[in-house]
C-alpha cells in the first residue's frame, strides 16, 4: 500500500463481535479510528505517524501496515514532495 503524508486513512481499532471456531476467533463489526499522515517512516516504509482525530488517549499514533487494517479515505496533497521534487 502507497501511503504518503496528507492521506486521510481509517484503521481497525477494535471489534465489537467476536465469534469462536475450531481454527480460530474471528472479529465482526469494526470499530474504526481516524487520522491524517503526517509522518512515512523512512527506516521502516510500514510504519507511519498518524495524527488522529478520534482517539480518546492520545492524538499521535503509529500505525503498522502489517499489523493494522488501513483504508485510505481520501488523497492529501503532498506539498512537501513537490518542493523537494522540483
Same mark, same amino acid.
Given at each position: 500500500?502507497?501511503?504518503?503524508?496528507?492521506?486521510?486513512?481509517?484503521?481497525?481499532? %477494535?471489534? #465489537?463481535?467476536? *465469534?469462536?471456531?475450531?481454527?480460530?476467533?474471528?472479529?465482526? &463489526?469494526?470499530?474504526?479510528?481516524?487520522? +491524517?499522515?503526517?509522518?512515512?517512516?523512512?527506516? %521502516?516504509? #510500514?510504519?507511519? *505517524?498518524?495524527?488522529?482525530?478520534?482517539?480518546?488517549?492520545? &492524538?499521535?499514533?503509529?500505525?503498522?501496515? +502489517?499489523?493494522?487494517?488501513?483504508?485510505?479515505?481520501?488523497?492529501?496533497?503532498?506539498?512537501?514532495?513537490?518542493?523537494?521534487?522540483?
Amino acid at each position: 500500500m502507497d501511503l504518503q503524508c496528507g492521506d486521510l486513512i481509517r484503521w481497525v481499532f %477494535d471489534y #465489537n463481535i467476536y *465469534a469462536a471456531y475450531e481454527d480460530g476467533v474471528v472479529g465482526y &463489526n469494526p470499530s474504526y479510528r481516524h487520522g +491524517i499522515i503526517m509522518e512515512v517512516s523512512k527506516k %521502516d516504509t #510500514n510504519s507511519v *505517524a498518524v495524527f488522529c482525530f478520534d482517539c480518546p488517549d492520545g &492524538n499521535w499514533m503509529i500505525i503498522n501496515l +502489517i499489523t493494522d487494517e488501513i483504508e485510505i479515505l481520501s488523497r492529501g496533497h503532498n506539498e512537501y514532495s513537490e518542493r523537494n521534487n522540483n
